[in-house]
């Protein structure tokens, strides 16, 4: 069992940054992979970010390539999404999520464990 906490959402205005923190309990953090997702309202939840066990390797859905950056320590057993150039239609509650896959994963479903969720609303 991995029990996930996600932190760092909050209101940031159009072309502003925020970074989001995801620390992980439970079990060994680097044994998991991890991605970002985000649900905004009306939505279907979507793919941000993929990082491997080891964070050598990264993959981000297209819209947001080149403006968010995902990297993990460890030791501290934390994931991050650093989130630049944020738009309105960043708007969504963020998740992170854990799987224990080797391969890169963009589908929600290959994920096995979920955080709550944090709220990041962008203003125009």
């Known amino acids: 069992q991995v029990q996930l906490v996600e932190s760092g959402g909050g209101l940031v205005q159009a072309g502003g940054s925020l970074r989001l923190s995801c620390v992980a309990s439970?079990?060994?953090?680097?044994?998991?992979?991890m991605g970002w997702f985000r649900q905004a309202p009306g939505k279907e939840r979507e793919f941000v970010a993929h990082?491997?066990?080891?964070?050598?390797?990264?993959y981000y859905a297209d819209s947001q390539a080149g403006r968010f950056f995902v990297s993990r320590d460890n030791a501290k057993n934390t994931v991050y999404l650093q989130m630049n150039s944020l738009k309105p239609e960043d708007t969504a509650v963020y998740y992170c999520?854990?799987?224990?896959?080797?391969?890169?994963?963009?589908?929600?479903?290959?994920?096995?464990?979920w955080g709550q969720g944090t709220q990041v609303t962008v203003s125009s």
């Open positions: 999520a854990a799987t224990p896959l080797h391969s890169i994963v963009s589908a929600g479903p290959s994920y096995d464990y």
């Open positions: 439970g079990s060994t953090f680097s044994n998991y992979a």
């Open positions: 990082i491997s066990r080891s964070g050598g390797t990264t």
